[in-house]
């Protein structure tokens, strides 16, 4: 199946100049498009919370081609872009963008390029745990408290913004290993987190 994705970050910005433009590609060169997917969100915003995540990452199968206008929208930041690709890559996913002529498919260009995608968001995973060590001492230094005080439980975890997506996508039949792979988490770390909020 081919997917036109479309994204805007607000309201007020109109989708159907996108839509044109994948339309007028797609007549082109032979394609037809068989699922819409418009998302109307800020491309800061993680995939699993826009429609690229829940409809399209979730149900695409190897094969399937994704067709938009430009990389950016599928993420405002370079680290979300290269993710999302390296995820389309890995099942076999065609992604095509207009403006940029960028093709990822399964030639020995696009194994380099998720090699260079896969090496780079691993440097820049390691630049914020830098970045963010050098915070937590100068804190430290200057005498601020990090971390929960001792003896105090914590009421924050690593998945309490996700909460209501989380069991909402429970609620809704989705398995709890399927969750796990999204977050990259174990099994038992959404399992438990269930439990704490239930």
């Known amino acids: 199946m081919t997917y036109g994705y479309i994204r805007v970050s607000t309201d007020a910005q109109n989708t159907e100049n996108q839509k044109m433009e994948i339309q007028k590609f797609c007549a082109q060169n032979g394609i037809e498009i068989g699922c819409w997917v418009e998302d109307v969100i800020s491309g800061t915003k993680d995939p699993c919370f826009r429609k690229l995540g829940k409809i399209i990452m979730e149900h695409i199968n190897e094969g399937d081609l994704v067709v938009c206008t430009e990389l950016s929208r599928l993420g405002r930041s370079l680290l979300m872009i290269m993710n999302t690709l390296n995820f389309f890559l890995q099942r076999g996913i065609h992604v095509w963008t207009i403006k940029e002529n960028f093709r990822l498919s399964d030639d020995i260009t696009s194994k380099v390029v998720s090699f260079a995608f896969g090496l780079a968001a691993e440097i820049e995973r390691q630049l914020i745990s830098q970045r963010t060590k ?47 792979q999204e977050f990259n988490v174990s099994w038992d770390t959404i399992k438990n987190h269930i439990n704490r909020v239930s």
Not at 146 to 152: E, L, N, S, W
């Open 134 to 180: 050098a915070a937590l001492e100068r804190a430290k230094k200057s005498g601020i408290h990090v971390g929960r005080h001792r003896g105090r439980k914590s009421s924050h975890y690593k998945l309490s913004p996700f909460t209501s997506y989380i069991m909402e996508e429970i609620n809704s039949g989705r398995t709890i290993k399927s969750l796990a």
